[in-house]
């Protein structure tokens, strides 16, 4: 048993436990030490969560079994999930938060008695305006996910998938939610609530499926984002402040990063997180697309070009991640270090599936930071370099998004590769990267294709040099 008291103080150090935690997540010096300040803050209040029960019941011992079935649950998911599939673990993982949210906010509307809320029909009224948007946003968040999940793991077509009028056919429903939290705190109608969560689980597919896999590193901020309001709504249900202050931070920090990602691909964050307003049809412009001539080289054409390089930029991208060719990379590239040749590394704001991806690549297989430079600190670089190296980066390099108007992904900040000596690209095939859109960077005269397997090339790389 603590007191409420103790518990305010607890939550309150958890609080600030998690403050330090993003601050040390903005660095990949202090990512570590951030890692582990959040690990704390969510050890401290969950525990102070489980002590503030009050007697040790039955219901006691079943809170006890369910952390531990989750928790070993999520321990193994985590130790078992390889990095390429860490953007649909996250969305997996949003998509859980999103609807623990609403098994919340159904059991408060059911037994607001066990809250403190009042009684059935007669709860009070800021506490099921906070429910109610609580359990709407949570189960937006929870199909949301779901769509985010489908469409990464190649389930569902990462295109994007739209109809006649579905833009106001999403604004009507949206109209609706608002209508029926007002009514549902007018009347407190147990089928009001019921059809507030059914169609916040519509709108949540709806303003996924039209999104496409140009914008899918948004969504996964978005709906981070998403989560975080889900559970603040929830924590001012409950009066529980260690909630209140996670959810705000998630929330807030996720609506940041969604407009940061929407800066760097110059997508319009209000289209995005409407579920792609305005967006064309992004491979409306490859049916037609003729067929061009593209040079092709070998592992060996590779190394020789890399031999005779003063300075080599590398250019990771998701099919490395696909690969796991990141160990492989670092080997090749300490063989060129040791040839006294410079190495560095570019890494687009939204390579890969999700924020960081690449990032964390990089540092798994101990790439050191100061190698690794973002968009802005290098793109003037490459005109100077001898060789890029492309592994796997697709849209990211794409000209065309300086060139051409009809371009899905034009105006979108990319890699200047093309002013490169000589460019290197490993990809499997010519087809179109995740924004399913051709890239000019392929039949460029300075451009080298290397079909194969990203791990496999780079490693036969490594033994030509």
């Not at 940061?260 to 412009?285: H, P, Y």
Request: net charge negative.
């Amino acid at each position: 048993m603590i007191t409420a008291n103790l518990s305010a103080i607890f939550y309150l150090i958890s609080g600030v436990l998690f403050i330090l935690a993003l601050r040390g997540l903005s660095s990949p010096e202090t990512s570590r030490q951030g890692n582990f300040f959040g690990i704390l803050g969510m050890i401290i209040a969950v525990t102070v969560t489980f002590l503030s029960m009050g007697n040790f019941s039955t219901g006691f011992v079943y809170v006890l079994i369910f952390i531990l079935v989750g928790g070993s649950i999520g321990a193994f998911i985590a130790y078992r999930i390889p990095m390429t599939a860490m953007p649909e673990l996250v969305a997996g993982f949003h998509s859980l938060v999103g609807l623990a949210a609403v098994f919340v906010a159904i059991s408060a509307f059911l037994n607001p008695e066990a809250f403190n809320l009042g009684m059935p029909g007669n709860i009070k009224l800021g506490s099921l305006i906070e429910m109610s948007i609580g359990a709407a946003v949570g189960a937006i968040t929870f199909s949301g996910s779901v769509i985010a999940f489908l469409k990464l793991q190649g389930i569902m077509s990462g295109s994007p998938i739209t109809f006649k009028g579905q833009h106001p056919l999403n604004a009507i429903i949206l109209t609706s939610i608002i209508a029926l939290i007002y009514l549902l705190c007018s009347t407190q109608s147990s089928n009001l609530f019921w059809i507030l969560l059914a169609v916040s689980f519509l709108i949540g597919f709806l303003l996924i499926i039209p999104i496409g896999g140009a914008d899918m590193p948004v969504v996964i901020s978005m709906l981070n984002s998403y989560s975080g309001w889900a559970a603040a709504g929830i924590g001012f249900t409950l009066e529980n402040t260690a909630l209140i202050i996670t959810g705000a931070l998630v929330g807030s920090s996720g609506a940041i990063l969604s407009y940061i990602m929407c800066k760097g691909m110059n997508r319009s964050f209000f289209n995005v997180i409407l579920g792609g307003f305005g967006a064309t049809d992004e491979k409306s412009n490859t049916s037609s697309k003729e067929q061009r001539p593209v040079k092709s080289g070998n592992a060996d054409d590779a190394a020789f070009l890399m031999k005779n390089a003063s300075s080599v930029i590398i250019v990771p991208g998701y099919g490395m991640a696909v690969a796991q060719a990141q160990h492989a990379l670092r080997e090749m590239v300490d063989t060129l270090k040791k040839n006294d040749i410079k190495v560095s590394y570019a890494i687009h704001p939204v390579a890969g599936r999700m924020p960081g991806h690449m990032n964390v690549l990089l540092a798994e297989a101990n790439v050191p930071y100061d190698e690794v430079f973002e968009l802005e600190e290098i793109n003037n670089d490459f005109a100077n370099a001898d060789v890029a190296f492309v592994i796997g980066a697709n849209d990211v390099t794409n000209p065309v998004a300086k060139t051409d108007p009809q371009s899905p992904i034009y105006g979108m900040p990319v890699l200047d590769v093309e002013k490169c000596k000589s460019v290197l690209f490993v990809k499997r095939s010519l087809s179109p990267g995740y924004a399913g859109i051709d890239n000019d960077l392929f039949y460029k005269e300075n451009t080298l294709m290397l079909f194969a397997d990203a791990k496999k090339m780079t490693e036969d790389i490594t033994k030509n040099l």
